[in-house]
């Protein structure tokens, strides 16, 4: 499955109502066992959710777009396939936790392109299920930092850190992740999927336990003043640096 809403891949609404469609046909087809998740967008995964669905809209608007971001998490996350991410560009927030949702990560080894979890830069908190994501990927230690300071790491930094588990050059990325999806096909589906489910089970269940309160809690969130502003400054703040 190839992203590919320029300018940056950001996470609209439409992206994510036209992901979970698409995933649900790929889960629904016997056929399809496994998904290569990867960008058409040169130099970007994804930057993450689209900061303009946060902003000025209505309670309405904010309960409809965090449903969505929770059902494309609970969608991949849950997924039977085998979901590998080629992260051929950079991966902010959103589009980090795309990465991280899947069951393994191969990152193109340039040191310009960088992942991580940044909401806290944003002045924003990632969700807990955010968190919980992240630490089943890179532990409780280097998570708490990480998020703390909302780090973007570069590539090699986050192969370092195990954030992602290769790095190849740009150039063979599609053929590494084709060998990684063949060596993780070759395992009967029924042990290899009850297994993910066991190891996952527990994240999932307690977003799906609390997912009207965290509805709210978002609503409530990000229709703060405060929150707001800070958002229209980290926009204003993209803008700029272009000019
Ligand atoms: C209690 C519960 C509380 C819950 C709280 C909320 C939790 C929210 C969780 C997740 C949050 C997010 O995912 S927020 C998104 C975070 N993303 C970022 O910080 C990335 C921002 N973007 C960039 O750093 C760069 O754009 C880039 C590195 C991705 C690409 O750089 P490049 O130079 O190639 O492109 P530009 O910067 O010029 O961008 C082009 C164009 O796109 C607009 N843009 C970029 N990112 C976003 C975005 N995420 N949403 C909306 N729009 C975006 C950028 O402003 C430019 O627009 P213009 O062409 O109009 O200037």
């Known amino acids: 499955m190839k992203f590919k809403s320029p300018p940056v891949n950001s996470l609209s609404l439409d992206f994510l109502t036209e992901f979970c469609i698409s995933l649900e046909k790929l ?7 496994g998904v290569i998740l990867t960008s058409a967008v040169p130099k970007i995964f994804s930057s993450g959710l689209d900061i303009t669905e946060m902003c000025g809209k209505s309670t309405e608007h ?49 040191p310009k392109f960088s992942i991580g979890l940044n909401e806290a830069q944003l002045g924003i908190v990632a969700p807990f299920w955010f968190k919980d994501t992240f630490v089943n990927v890179v532990g409780h230690r280097v998570a708490e930092r ?23 050059p740009e150039e063979k990325l599609k053929d590494r992740a084709t060998a990684v999806m ?23 269940d307690r977003l799906v336990a609390h997912r009207e309160e965290d509805v709210q809690n978002f609503i409530s969130f990000i229709s703060k003043e405060s929150i707001q502003k800070s958002l229209r400054m980290y ?6 640096k272009k000019s």
Request: neutral net charge; glycine residues 4%.
């Open 62 to 110: 904010y309960a409809e777009f965090w449903r969505a971001v929770q059902e494309m998490w609970l969608r991949l996350y849950s997924s039977n396939m085998v979901t590998v991410a080629a992260v051929n560009g950079s991966s902010p927030a959103g589009g980090c936790l795309i990465a991280l949702t899947c069951d393994y990560r191969i990152m193109a080894e340039n």
């Open 27 to 33: 889960e629904n087809d016997r056929a399809c066992r």
């Open 146 to 168: 990480s998020l703390q300071l909302g780090s973007l790491h570069s590539a090699p930094e986050a192969h370092r850190i195990g954030l992602v588990d290769e790095l190849v």
């Open 235 to 240: 926009m204003e703040m993209l803008k700029k």
């Open 182 to 204: 063949q060596q993780w096909l070759a395992l009967p589906d029924h042990a290899r999927q009850l297994t993910k489910t066991m190891m996952r089970k527990a994240v999932l």
